[in-house]
């Protein structure tokens, strides 16, 4: 998402749809939220999600 405030527009619709959440703010940026993550989803909760790109490693990218 490109912002903060989409983030939390976000992680407020799928509150809202009775999925439990665990939302993730960085202290070293004045407590700016920069994920959240869903409880284990059943396969019919996918299509919450169906509009949020996922990340992707780029071809030969290394994470550490």
Known sequence: VPSESHLLMAHAKI???????ALFREPDI???ATAFATEPL?????KYFSNYPLWKA??????C
């Open 58 to 63: 780029k071809k030969g990218e290394v994470l």
């Open 30 to 32: 004045h407590n700016q």
């Open 15 to 21: 509150k809202a749809r009775g999925i439990d959440t």
């Open 42 to 46: 059943e396969r019919s909760q996918w």
